[in-house]
């Protein structure tokens, strides 16, 4: 029964709402139907009222955005795609199904109307920071981020930190509703219905804040048009709530979260059955993005051969550049752009360039926000810190999200810092990442042409930079596919093959030519593509030389090693496989000290390889 929206009964539309959460989570056997009853009247005041949307058409520039942050209440967004004619019964009552598109929490893979990935609580928020700033920053268009929160996830160190950006950047389109139903998975919250304690923390980060009967549909719209008038300032909107609202036997009641109702055929009786209630959602205003303008033509630095540049450095020249040739390029840092170099890029292009200070869940959700909304971020900060932000970084490929990832001051070449500052485990954190792309330049052209490349592939890509100066080897028009390998040396005489990345390439090539005044010929191959890898170029140095012998400055688990084993994981024959890697606890010690100790030094490798070769004698 069609109703207009002029006299829609938002009570009615609610009560649907729940019916239709019990039913999808009985039909699937399993299902949070509890938790999406608890905020029904929220959706139903903000689906009848406040949203603007065309679910004809979700890439409408001037649609709002709106994210679940608490995925697991996923029947009330499928039901409410179900009221607003996105999908009929019968799928909606495919919840949970293989092959269905109505998964047990939302992903945008498998839905057009969702945008990222949730169901790991505290994320919504950061991300719909990034999507607000957005609209604020780079769309310039006035649509409302709104995000839906649970009263659990305010324990979550993430979503403090978008609340303090959000304060901090004046994000007056963002709302954030917070469904306070007092009871997470074991029992009570932290603060239950105490609004006041999460209000305090909200407005001490710059926040305004509406405290109501989340039951209370007048009370609802009179808190969302507060929202929607307040400048200068994002919202939260504080509902208290009871979980399992309307069914007497789920109501309030522990012990009921994350399994289907008892008696789900009772409890929609109780409810007045089932209906067919169709919500006329409001449509957005005409809206034209300001198409990023490409230049066409791409001018990477050129550096001189034989000189020395650092690769990090070597990154913020090509993202400036880029930044130049592509409008759509934003940059994010987490305040450390002058050591990441990020800083070339916010020089040059202050428009597009977002600091996120020292908050990395916050600075990559960001990117996620930015990426949903079409823009492709780059964001960086020291690699060992990315690994604050990974489960982030995980659900970003769970979503499919375009993001780029910068870790510089990577490995114990850094030097004196010591451990703390090292990333030794980025390599292995990125390669398990679904679909990642995982690169490790050695010098400045290179690092250039593979950040450029970065731009147009799919995924999480991740670009592992250093700190230190290294010497040019390739040429300003060398190629360098992702996926690809260079061989820097090669004979017919070569009896190993030297397997190294980004800082070790030069100490592989060091130790080739101590190795060759003592007339012995090892090949090195410089393996930038850490993910995917080239498997054509380390077969053919396994069947030539019989022996690989990788050197990273990374932990022995996960990184170079593990890739190029993985290349003969496929019943090819395998050869002698040999690794150099960082196994000890490093302290503070020159980059060339710390090296040697590590044992990945030429030094180190020179005398790897004749060890290798005089058992290969033996033999």
Known sequence: MPLNHANLEVTEVARQLRVDSIR???????????????????????????????????EHPGNDRFILSKGHASPLLYAAYKAAGAIDDDELLSFRTLGGRLEGHPTPRRLPWVEVATGSLGQGLPVGVGMAL???????????????????????????????????EHLDNLTAVVDVNRLGQRGPTRHQWHLDEYAR???????????????????????FQEAESTVGQPTAILARTLKGRGVAAVEDREGMHGKPLPDAEEAVAELGGARDVHVHVQGPPAARVLHAVRSGHLE?????????????????????ALGTARGDVVALDGEVGDST???????????????????????????????????????????????????FVRMAAVGGAGINLVGSHAGCAIGQDGPSQMGLEDLAMFRAVHGSTVLYPCDAHQTGRLVAAMADLEGVRYL???????????????EFPVGGAKVLRSSDADRLTVVAAGVTVHEALAAAELLDREGIQVRVVDLYSVKPVDKRTLREAAARTGCLLTVEDHRPEGGLGDAVLDVFTDGTP??????????????????????????????????????????????
Do not use: N
Not at 464 to 478: A, K
């Open 134 to 168: 957005s609209g604020q920053r780079l769309d310039r268009i006035p649509y409302r981020v709104w995000v839906l929160c649970g009263d659990s996830e305010l324990a979550e160190g993430s979503v403090w930190e978008a609340a303090e950006h959000a304060g901090y």
């Open 24 to 58: 999808a989570a009985a039909a699937a056997g399993s299902g949070h139907p509890t938790s999406s009853m608890s905020a029904a009247d929220l959706m139903a005041v903000l689906l009848t009222r406040h949203l603007r949307y065309d679910f004809d058409r979700p």
């Open 464 to 478: 592992r930079t250093s700190r230190g100066d290294m010497p040019v080897l390739y040429g300003p028009d060398e």
């Open 574 to 619: 395998v050869p002698r496989l040999v690794r150099l890697a960082v196994r000890t606890m490093p302290g503070s010690a020159s980059p060339a000290e710390q090296l040697h100790a590590a044992g990945i030094d030429a030094e180190s490798i020179a005398a790897a390889a004749r060890l290798l070769t005089e058992q290969a004698v033996v033999r």
């Open 341 to 391: 170099r990020a800083e070339y890029f916010a020089k040059e292009h202050p428009d597009r360039f977002f600091e996120c200070y020292i908050a990395e869940q916050q600075l990559v959700a960001a990117a996620v926000g930015l990426a949903a909304r079409g823009w492709v971020p780059y964001a960086s900060t020291f690699a060992a810190f990315l690994s604050r932000a990974h489960d």
């Open 201 to 223: 923390r909200l407005i001490a980060f710059g926040w305004h804040v509406v405290a109501v009967d989340g039951h209370d549909p007048d009370a609802i719209d009179r808190a």
């Open 300 to 320: 990477l630095p050129r550096h001189e051969v034989g000189g020395s540049v650092a690769t990090r450095t070597a990154y913020g020249q090509a993202l400036t």
